[in-house]
């Protein structure tokens, strides 16, 4: 029997419990607010944090990041890395974020039907910056491995060529709230561009390539 690589905790979900694969997780998350999930190296570890509740999970986790190194070959270890995955140009598009230091889930969203990658890439780090501005961690950066997003943060506006229809509404809904934000809100955290040359893939990275 194969060893399960990572095993997915939801303790507030449609249906709470401990499941072997992403996919399994998601069903359990999608639509539901504030959902309360994280992912775990193996089972033990995993029935563990699912009976500690994820209070306690949560709070070793920031305790985690804030002993880390301040960087690492360049790296700051205390960050967010963000990125996105699409099939197609346009097609399905989704994206995440994660702890840099050891690739904790922190967020995901999608897939979106008929989007692009740079519209990922944008959306994840608006959610990035909206986050820790709500918790006021200012002194957290975000890394992105794209040019273009961060162009359009800077910009309070996205430049795409893509047109809005029926199957992308959701998405462009999405894109709107993010450039509000943007205008209503200071960018207080840095945004790094990942090195992925020197680094290797960032992260957050989907592994799909």
Same mark, same amino acid.
């Given at each position: ?6 095993y997915?905790?939801?303790? #507030?979900?449609?249906?709470? *419990? !401990? ?11 999608k ?15 995993? =029935?563990?944090a699912?009976? #500690?509740?994820?209070?306690? /999970? ?6 985690k ?5 301040? /960087?690492?070959q *360049?790296? !700051?270890? @205390? ?11 346009? *097609?399905?598009? &989704?994206?995440?974020?994660?702890? +840099?230091h ?15 990658? @740079?519209?990922?890439?944008?959306l ?19 890394? /992105?491995?794209?040019? +273009? %997003?961060? %162009? ?5 506006k996205?430049? +795409? =060529? ?6 992308? %509404? ?5 894109? $709107? ?6 205008? &209503?809100?200071?960018?207080? @955290? ?5 090195? +992925? ?6 992260? %957050? $990275?989907?592994?799909?390539?």
């Amino acid at each position: 029997m194969s060893k399960k690589s990572k095993y997915y905790v939801v303790w #507030e979900g449609l249906n709470p *419990g !401990i499941y072997d694969s992403w996919s399994k997780c998601q069903e359990n998350i999608k639509g539901y607010p504030n959902a309360k999930y994280k992912s775990y190296p193996d089972a033990e570890s995993a =029935t563990l944090a699912f009976r #500690e509740g994820w209070k306690s /999970s949560f709070k070793a986790e920031q305790k985690k990041v804030s002993a880390k190194p301040s /960087s690492s070959q *360049g790296i !700051i270890m @205390n960050s967010i890395s963000v990125d996105a995955a699409s099939s197609g140009n346009p *097609g399905r598009v &989704e994206y995440q974020g994660v702890w +840099t230091h050891n690739k904790q889930l922190i967020f995901h969203q999608g897939p979106f039907e008929q989007g692009t990658n @740079n519209l990922g890439e944008f959306l994840a780090l608006v959610h990035a910056l909206a986050m820790l501005d709500k918790k006021k961690a200012y002194q957290i950066p975000i890394y /992105s491995d794209s040019k +273009t %997003a961060q %162009a359009w943060v800077r910009n309070k506006k996205i430049k +795409t =060529t893509l047109e809005r229809n029926n199957k992308n %509404a959701a998405l462009f809904e999405l894109v $709107d709230r993010a450039e509000k934000w943007l205008k &209503e809100h200071e960018v207080r @955290n840095p945004i790094l561009k990942w090195d +992925t040359v020197n680094w290797g893939e960032i992260p %957050a $990275d989907f592994g799909r390539k």
